[in-house]
């Protein structure tokens, strides 16, 4: 625990200095996809790699990390290309306000969650005498199903931005403006479901190694959570502002958990 929590002071520290030097703030963007894998190895490799329930966990989060970073990459997240929205945010403060939201939001705060999310794996590691079982294996099972659903969602999305960066390059208005197809027809932001729900499972890791549910490391879901469904309302409030009839689709689509879509009033009215 301790290697981990000094590798996590090293992380806070870069983040926050290279946000100064560069006059970017979205380092721990950048790293969001890394550092959880190095936690969940620390551990992993403290058990000499002989566990097969942190094997597993290690396992698990490494594919996670290397889904998530390859998207991050080619949409340009390591070409200095910043956040769209903390260029909104910093508008809407004053500069001293917005370093302060930079060191304890953006860098201390995110990388606390960061942090947190993977103590499932010190839970895991204190209980190293259960042995992988049936739910483990359900488990894993059920994190490769959200990982997969994760990647479907951000390849819809790839794919109907390429499109539209095609229609505008063609003089043609595209329509419709943002996606309301494939996973995006059931929720507005299904990757951000799969992303949460991932976590959820790497949670239940360390509650079967433990043999409750009752423990302290569920913090770590739960902050990542509300951290999303912060974020989401302020990336809707920006959308919103910017597509009118966003707010249509608000109102027929489940935010977050994919659900059938509701009908809409004219739609009620006709049938």
Known sequence: MTAVLLIAGLFCAFAWIASLITKDTSWVDRIWSIVPV???????????????????MAILVTLWGARLTFNFARKGGYN?????RWPVLRSRMKPWQFQLFNLFFIVLYQNAILLLITLPAETAFANRVRPFGILDLLLTVLFLGFLVGETVADQQQWNFHGWKRTEVAAGRVPNPRFLQSGL???SRHPNFFFEQAQWWVLFFFGAVAA?????????????????????TIFTESI????YPEYAAYQKRTSPIVPWVPRRSTAESAVA
């Open 38 to 56: 190095i936690y969940v190895w620390v551990f992993a490799a403290f058990a000499g790699l002989a566990d097969a329930r942190l094997d597993v």
């Open 80 to 84: 200095g290309v910043e956040d769209y």
């Open 184 to 186: 995006f027809r059931f």
């Open 211 to 231: 043999g409750s549910v009752l423990q302290w490391t569920v913090l770590g879901a739960v902050l990542l959570t509300g951290l999303f469904v912060g974020s």
């Open 239 to 242: 959308t919103r502002a910017k």
